[in-house]
């Protein structure tokens, strides 16, 4: 007789990776011995020396990359690719396991025709927020709205159910231009994700309920039913104990115990997720920022960003760590925070410097692994400066709606931050009133967070739910 099997098939990139094998990992933890569970792993142009560390071994080698495409189209196109390798592996895992549920990355569109003329129950996961999947499902109703690419609607506000009032300019990076295949791949999820059997999402209903709540009452589907929304979340990753074999092994060991003489939620940790970096002037904005502030911090800077406006280290930067703080940073800035500040090249472990007691600040870039690190996992509020990817609209319900965080105000354009506004926003979060409500509802989310988990928690429900309807398959 079969066993019963749960495949899952993650996006590339660490972020997706990491946090639909903790999907994989809660599935076995609770009803292991109900399920298998299967990955699918891809192995291709997108994957960062993180994900190379995460991974040990891959199934195939990746489908070619098309150089003339942009970066978001470039992912669909190598997804689309493979998904003949994922028809191909289902009809292989077929032979074993009785599938009771197929669930996919968001991303990966071109797996959906395939599980579903197999006849195998195909579900969504969703690793973001639910304003992002809220504004997902509202992106036909904005299609119709518009003839042109919302990148090009400076003064336009967007107006979607469960969220704040929304730039057009801040919508997910996919979206934003509208000749992008991209955009058409998001359009196609939007349709998918009312053809499913389910979607599943890392929040809990506790921290995002005025999304939820619109999607539930059906306010973000004009022009149908949408599937049943499952919160599965927070699901947070452990901190690896292989760690130890990172590069930057020396440095990690030395920030932690440099934050155990630090007074208590004294210290404001800035980092910009695994690949996110500035180019040199913004990186020299932010040292002014955190010298003229009188703040504690810990730094976590990457190589500098070859191109100012993609905010991210290029694929072709092999050493993350390869360069001089002296020639970045302000003249002098070294010697002036020594005795408050320290900067780390690359890497520190985010989640044991989130939840050292001395940590009581955050600047991030709104990736959602790392709003529930911070927030769920830590009670540590939150500077948003978002920079792709979904990050504005994640920094705008995180600011508006959950009041977990305050923003900066970027320049129009590139995103820049001055440094002047860096520290403003940095006083404001560590020692004014509004800094202190932050910090006392990330404190309440964290305590919330808990709660969830435990045995009449939401997401307890929620799994409890799914598992009852693969076993009725």
Known sequence: MKKNGIVLYPAPGIGHLVSMVELGKLILSRYGGEFSVVILLTKGPFDSPATASYIDRISRPPPPQSSSLGRMANMFE????????????????????????FILDCFCTSAFPAAR?????????????????AAILYLPTLDKQTSKSFKDLPTTVFRIP?????????????????????????????????????????????????????????????????????????????????????DNTNQKNDCLPWLDQQPSRSVVFLCFGSRGS?????LKEIGNGLERSGVRFLWAMKSPAA?????????????????????????????KTKNRGMVVKSWVPQQAVLRHPSVGGFVSHCGWNSVLEAAAAAGVPMVAWPLHAEQHLNKTALVKDMKIAIGVEQRDGDGFVSGAELEMK????????????????????????????????????????????????
């Open 78 to 101: 190598f997804l689309t690719l493979n998904a003949s390798n994922v028809l191909q592996s289902l009809q292989e895992i077929t032979r074993t396991f009785s599938i009771r549920a």
């Open 117 to 133: 003329r197999l006849g195998i129950p195909t579900y969504y996961y969703i690793p973001s927020s639910a304003a992002a999947l």
């Open 162 to 246: 469960g969220l704040p009032p929304l730039p057009a300019s801040y919508m997910m990076e996919p979206v934003l231009d509208r000749d992008d295949r991209s955009y058409h791949e998001a359009l196609q999820l939007s349709m998918d994700l009312r053809n499913c059997d389910g979607i599943l999402i890392n929040t809990f209903d506790a921290l995002e309920p005025i999304p939820l709540t619109a999607i539930s009452n059906g306010e973000c589907v004009t022009d149908g039913p949408c599937s049943l929304v499952h919160t599965v979340g927070p699901l947070i990753a452990e901190a690896d104990k292989d760690d130890d074999d990172n």
């Open 278 to 282: 500035f180019c040199t002037d913004q």
């Open 307 to 335: 191109d100012a406006t993609r905010k991210e280290i290029g694929k072709e930067t092999v050493a993350w760590d390869d360069f001089d703080l002296d020639d970045i940073l302000p003249e002098g800035f070294l010697e």
């Open 426 to 473: 940095l006083r404001e979060l560590m020692s004014s009133e509004e800094g202190r409500e932050v910090r006392e509802r990330s404190e309440k989310i964290r305590e919330m967070a808990i709660e969830v988990w435990r045995e009449e928690g939401s997401s307890t429900a929620a799994l409890a739910s799914l598992v009852h309807i693969w076993n009725r398959v």
